[in-house]
């Protein structure tokens, strides 16, 4: 595990201070950092001061060579870009150009891409079923509806494989939505046209992206409506 020190600002009393920080993992040369990782555990500090624990984010690139063919995920808190290039703080991951490289912006989303694609699962087509997810609570209970949705994992039960949701509202967890995975393999035909797209940087996938490419695809639809027209 590499490791390197940074300084940062305790939010409760002010103090600044040097804490040692780790700006990268490999789990599979060093799995015992997964737990780590998932827990927030590699994150935390502890103010010298007061004694305050609390997280320290920083960028962060977590990097699994075998789960999936191989993933990257890279930690940016509040970044304001939507697309990270392979240069910079990852130009040795040229590798990862075909293979899912996401950024994302907090430590549930850096969770959730890890069950993903440890699940064997796409996340792109994981933003689709969230989306339509969220569309069909919103006809049903419309006063209920989460704000957003996490994947935790998949599991089998009597009713056979289901995809399980973790439910947020108002940032606040509200429990968990089971669902047919079934309904995932649907999206994974429906949404063909925007798979054929690739994904080559280090990019957000999330609901925000998902919501572009279902646009990009409408338009597209309307131009060959037009062209079929102009035609006739």
Request: aromatic content about 8%; hydrophobic content about 35%; some cysteine.
């Amino acid at each position: 595990m590499i490791t390197e020190e940074d300084s940062i600002i305790c939010p409760d009393c002010g103090h600044e201070q040097q804490i040692t920080i780790c700006p990268s993992v490999n789990v599979t040369t060093d799995p015992e950092l997964r737990e780590k990782v998932l827990s927030g555990e590699i994150f935390l500090f502890t103010c010298d001061e007061c004694g305050c624990s609390g997280f320290a984010g920083h960028p962060f690139v977590y990097e699994d060579k075998e789960a999936a063919g191989g993933f990257l995920i890279y930690l940016e808190p509040d970044c304001p870009d939507r697309v990270v290039g392979v240069d910079g703080d990852i130009a040795d991951q040229v590798i990862y150009r075909e293979k899912p490289m996401r950024l994302v912006g907090d430590l549930n989303a850096l969770k959730e891409k890890i069950f993903i694609f440890e699940a064997d699962l796409d996340d792109r087509v994981m933003e689709l079923f969230k989306m339509l997810t969220l569309t069909k609570l919103s006809s049903d209970n419309p006063d209920q509806v989460p704000d957003h949705l996490l994947f935790t994992k998949v599991q089998e039960n009597e009713e056979g494989k289901q995809i399980v949701l973790a439910a947020f509202k108002e940032n606040k967890y509200i429990g968990v939505l089971e669902l047919p995975y079934s309904l995932y393999q649907t999206c994974v035909v429906t949404g063909g046209p925007i798979w054929d797209v690739p994904t080559v940087d280090c990019a957000a996938v999330d609901q925000e992206w998902i919501a572009e490419r279902l646009k990009e695809c409408d338009e597209d639809d309307g131009e060959e409506e037009e062209d079929d027209h102009a035609e006739q």
